[in-house]
């Protein structure tokens, strides 16, 4: 009888299995008895596909056995993020309006993880359409931290990071428009990495701000973030956008350290709006950094403050133009027909039933930036203090290799205590910017803060130019190795 000592760390696992050392059944059989008893409470999981996941290790077993070649994610279990396609299950993106939506297709990240022999195991939890911080928006109910159950665990990859620092899976999907993987993993002690824009396809992902969406691993080591990064990205016909830029695998060169690492500090990011604890992770994170050889470089990004306001404009607007689709007649839920209602009034009810109170208050900012007389005061206007947000961080590129700083001001806050929408944006002020400017971003654990009898985890984030993510995982694989990881949130 397996133990929870035996959920191994991604890699250990998949080389244990894929050398006949352990069972890929045993391993999914493990997390399915964890979620059992854990996510009653955290609520991580929408739906958990047990027969098909333990069907999916009992034949990488057989494989296995007999000799063939298995996959490099053989056994790994996945929780995918419900607003990825998946033919199994229903994808909701935790809506009303999808309650029931069964997607006829299956994302290329899910497709590609298969294809390296990873299990899915179940679909988590998030905000409505990935639209939030906190996990508190989710129209099955609150998510909850497994580190503190009466805290958040951050948004709106709420499930995923909070399954995987539960050990509910090995690894999972998030995805990342303002810093929907960051800030999770950081409030739950993962490793969260969002990669530059177009660097994964997005095809298959619900679309919320389609010029900022991006895919990516949370993890419970840079290592592990790596090796799903490598399956996952690298260009893809369905999506445009996908880079063609070739995909560096990483392998042994992840282990060395980055020679002559510069290391950006920008002044704005020790703001003291910042939880102390959270500041003092990052002079704790630099002054590590320095002792393994890095330079620490000062450098200012003064337009850290306009990101929020450059975000709300431009998530929005692509938001109520993506979400124009959700109408109860092309997708989405319908409501009951009236006599003599005309189809416009059948929009109008379907979409005010099916959406929840944060989805259609970004729907109607977005429509009005976008609204005539107002387009060149808003909507044109963050176009162009974008632009002005990336050629900043290009500056800042050319002294220093990447930069460090918190990923969130404050660690896991409680449920129900950010209750003005302007201040849960305020969450997201550390991690926007990179979508903004398309590079490369990761949250790193940097230990605990003891906060009303729990331990919470402390993060730091560090971000990179584009398509740099082999620079970026050096680096943290570095900064992971002095700072050591958090491990598992203590079950309970
Ligand atoms: N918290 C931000 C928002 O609510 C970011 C969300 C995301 O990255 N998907 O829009």
């Given amino acids: 009888m397996a133990t929870d000592a035996d959920l191994l760390e991604l890699h250990?696992?998949?080389?244990?299995?894929?050398?006949?050392?352990?069972?890929?059944?045993?391993?999914?059989?493990?997390?399915?008895?964890?979620?059992?008893?854990?996510?009653?409470?955290?609520?991580?999981?929408?739906?958990?596909?047990?027969?098909?996941?333990?069907?999916?290790?009992?034949?990488?077993?057989?494989?296995?056995?007999?000799?063939?070649?298995?996959?490099?994610?053989?056994?790994?279990?996945?929780?995918?993020?419900?607003?990825?396609?998946?033919?199994?299950?229903?994808?909701?993106?935790?809506?009303?309006?999808?309650?029931?939506?069964?997607?006829?297709?299956?994302?290329?990240?899910?497709?590609?993880?298969v294809a390296a022999d990873a299990i899915v195991i179940g679909k988590t939890n998030l905000d409505e359409f990935a639209m939030g911080s906190s996990g508190e928006h989710c129209a099955w109910g609150v998510i909850r931290n497994p580190w503190d159950p009466r805290r958040v665990p951050g948004g709106s990859s709420a499930g995923s990071a909070a399954a995987v620092a539960a050990g509910l899976c090995h690894v999972a999907l998030g995805s990342d428009t303002g810093g929907s993987i960051r800030q999770p993993a950081a409030f739950c002690g993962c490793v969260g990495l969002k990669p530059s824009y177009g660097r994964v396809s997005r095809w298959g992902l619900v679309a919320f701000g389609s010029s900022l969406d991006q895919v990516g691993p949370i993890a419970r080591s840079v290592r592990d973030a790596s090796l799903v990064l490598e399956v996952i990205a690298g260009e893809d016909r369905r999506d445009a956008?996908?880079?063609?830029?070739?995909?560096?695998?990483?392998?042994?060169?992840?282990?060395?350290?980055?020679?002559?690492?510069?290391?950006?500090?920008?002044?704005?990011?020790?703001s003291e709006a910042n939880?102390?604890?959270?500041?003092?992770?990052?002079?704790?994170?630099?002054?590590?950094?320095?002792?393994?050889?890095?330079?620490?470089?000062?450098?200012?990004?003064?337009?850290?403050?306009?990101?929020?306001?450059?975000?709300?404009?431009?998530?929005?607007?692509?938001?109520s133009s993506n979400l124009a689709r959700f109408d109860g007649i092309r997708y989405g839920h319908r409501a009951a027909p009236v006599a003599g209602e005309d189809l416009a009034e059948l929009y109008a009810r379907s979409r005010g039933e099916g959406f929840g109170d944060e989805v259609k208050r970004r729907i109607m900012i977005g429509t009005y930036v976008l609204s005539s007389g107002y387009y060149d005061a808003y909507y044109r206007r963050a176009l162009q203090v974008r632009r002005l947000i990336a050629e900043e961080f290009d500056r800042a590129f050319e002294r220093c290799d990447v930069l460090l700083g918190p990923t969130a001001p404050t660690p896991?806050?409680?449920?129900?205590?950010?209750?003005?929408?302007?201040?849960?944006?305020?969450?997201?002020?550390?991690?926007?910017?990179?979508?903004?400017?398309?590079?490369?971003?990761?949250?790193?654990?940097?230990g605990t803060t003891a906060v009303d009898g729990a331990a919470l985890p402390l993060a730091v984030q560090l971000q990179a130019p584009a398509f740099a993510e082999g620079l970026l995982l050096r680096a943290s694989r570095m900064l992971e190795q002095v700072m050591g990881t958090v491990g598992l949130a203590p079950a309970r």
């Fill in 241 to 270: 956008t996908s880079a063609r830029m070739p995909v560096e695998r990483l392998g042994g060169s992840l282990e060395e350290p980055v020679e002559g690492l510069r290391v950006g500090l920008p002044r704005e990011y020790l």
């Fill in 412 to 446: 896991a806050f409680p449920i129900g205590a950010q209750q003005d929408p302007l201040s849960m944006y305020l969450c997201d002020v550390y991690t926007v910017n990179a979508d903004i400017a398309g590079i490369c971003g990761i949250s790193i654990p940097a």
């Fill in 12 to 113: 250990e696992h998949v080389a244990a299995v894929s050398s006949g050392r352990r069972s890929a059944e045993e391993g999914v059989r493990l997390v399915l008895d964890r979620i059992e008893r854990l996510d009653r409470t955290l609520r991580c999981y929408h739906e958990v596909f047990a027969a098909e996941a333990l069907a999916a290790g009992r034949e990488i077993d057989r494989r296995v056995r007999s000799g063939e070649k298995v996959g490099p994610l053989a056994g790994a279990c996945v929780a995918v993020k419900d607003n990825l396609a998946t033919r199994l299950g229903r994808t909701t993106c935790s809506s009303r309006m999808l309650e029931h939506w069964r997607s006829p297709y299956e994302a290329t990240c899910v497709e590609r993880l």
């Fill in 275 to 319: 939880d102390p604890a959270v500041n003092a992770a990052v002079r704790r994170a630099a002054e590590a950094l320095e002792a393994a050889g890095a330079t620490i470089v000062a450098v200012d990004l003064p337009l850290t403050e306009v990101g929020i306001s450059t975000y709300y404009v431009i998530a929005p607007a692509e938001a």
